[in-house]
């Protein structure tokens, strides 16, 4: 990755950090994509023992699978201690006090360094967290050696087409990267395949989001933790004269009296296949010259 694309993960930690009071109120896009994910489960007859929810946020999708898996076992996994603490508002006092990593289904960390033990999960479900990871070849390496074979990994992430108003708008006002970018979907299953993943179903859909300013775009943006956190990021505030260019450049996509805000919304999943050379003892995979 180019290192003006570099995610920035202090800040992307901190951002989320600040968002988590006003996260909820503004999440409708993440709720919606989480709901159609859901949906999806509905043509997939698997039920597994352990799910992780990798980049669980407030806890929106955590709750619908505890739903849908009540004799599951269901782990909550997010970057932002915050965003944890407003995922379990009924936890008794005495256990507030206990370190998030301490709590058992509530764990802190970031998804390209998975705190788990090898074939541990069942069903890691990830709902729009992966576009904050750097290294997204490592991420999948990470997941495929927390799923029991048979395991499902199924995700949303977003595609290169998101918020491509607002990455028009500011490209011709500076050279710095104003908007995150992101992975193309036929990349993102080249990198299921790589990382041993089988059968990895991949799909796409456009959603766009109007508003009647920009300055609600960036205010729902900044409401869920999702401004631009890249090392490329233009450092300081923007001068009066250029944010109005940036404002005029959007302006100029206004229809039917809304400015559009677009979000490509890539989803998938894929098996972690069962390997029969994981029966085999120490011995016999020495003499087959297989490695430990």
């Not at 011995?283 to 087959?288: A, F, G, H, K, M």
């Amino acid at each position: 990755m180019n290192s003006e694309q570099t995610l920035d993960k202090k800040q992307l930690r901190a951002s989320f950090e600040r968002a988590a009071h006003s996260y909820d109120h503004a999440a409708v896009l993440q709720r919606e994509i989480s709901n159609r994910m859901l949906a999806r489960l509905e043509y997939i007859k698997y039920q597994p023992d352990v799910i992780l929810d990798a980049g669980s946020g407030t806890g929106y999708g955590t709750q619908q699978l505890a739903k849908r898996y009540p004799q599951s076992r269901l782990i909550a996994f997010d970057i932002a201690w915050t965003m944890l603490t407003h995922a379990r508002p009924n936890t008794a006092w005495w256990q507030r006090l206990l370190p998030l990593q301490q709590r058992g289904d509530y764990v802190c960390g970031d998804i390209e360094q998975l705190p788990f033990k090898n074939e541990s999960v069942g069903l890691i479900w990830s709902n729009l967290a992966l576009q904050w990871c750097n290294d997204l070849d490592r991420t999948f390496a990470e997941m495929h050696r927390i799923l029991r074979a048979d395991g499902l990994l199924m995700f949303s992430t977003f595609g290169p087409d998101t918020l491509k108003e607002l990455r028009q708008s500011f490209a011709r006002i500076d050279g710095y990267q104003h908007v995150n970018r992101f992975v193309d979907m036929h990349d993102i299953g080249d990198l299921l395949l790589n990382n041993r993943f089988s059968t990895p179903v991949m799909d796409m859909e456009y959603i766009t989001l109007t508003y009647d300013d920009v300055i609600g775009v960036m205010r729902d943006l900044k409401a869920i933790g999702a401004h631009n956190v890249t090392q490329g990021r233009r450092q300081g505030l923007m001068g009066k004269h250029q944010w109005q260019q940036a404002i005029n450049a959007y302006e100029t996509l206004r229809r039917d009296g809304k400015l559009p805000a677009t979000f490509e919304v890539v989803y998938g999943h894929a098996w972690k296949p069962f390997d029969p050379r994981s029966i085999l003892t120490p011995e016999t995979r020495r003499q087959l010259g297989l490695p430990p």
